[in-house]
């Protein structure tokens, strides 16, 4: 899949905020993000501070990325998802990014609902994470 610049900005820090919704990069989520942004081109040293930084840097836009392709929205959810489990914790501020994010690159609720369900142990987990959403909102 081709990426333009733009676009890895976004995919970057799209990762960055969707980690930052709880307030915690834990250690295997660093990781994995570097781990992205080794693939996306960027140079290491860039990554390690954008990520050491990120929590108390005011000036990043934090709305959610819009992409060139809705391909490439759906391949940075895809990878979003996963990123949002690695620390096993699937929460409900990371659930409403994703959709945002969606709806921002008019990716369809169900296609990211099916990846979501695909990436969680059980269908009681998905609907837990859903029904504390329509509880909060």
Known sequence: ??????????????????????????????????????????EKRFCEDAVSNFLENSFIDKNPPKFSSIDLAKKFLEDAIKLSLVD????????????????VNLVEKDWLDKKI?????????????????????
């Open 88 to 103: 096993n914790d699937f929460h409900v501020e990371e659930l409403e990014w994703l959709e945002n994010v969606a709806k």
């Open 1 to 42: 899949m081709e990426f333009n610049y733009q676009d890895k900005g976004n995919y970057f820090r799209g990762l960055l905020i969707l980690v930052g919704k709880d307030n915690i990069i834990e250690q295997n989520e660093r990781k994995t993000i570097l781990s992205y942004c080794e693939k996306l081109g960027f």
């Open 117 to 137: 369900q695909q990436n969680l142990n059980s269908e009681i987990e998905v609907n837990h994470i859903i029904a504390l959403k329509n509880n909060i909102g």
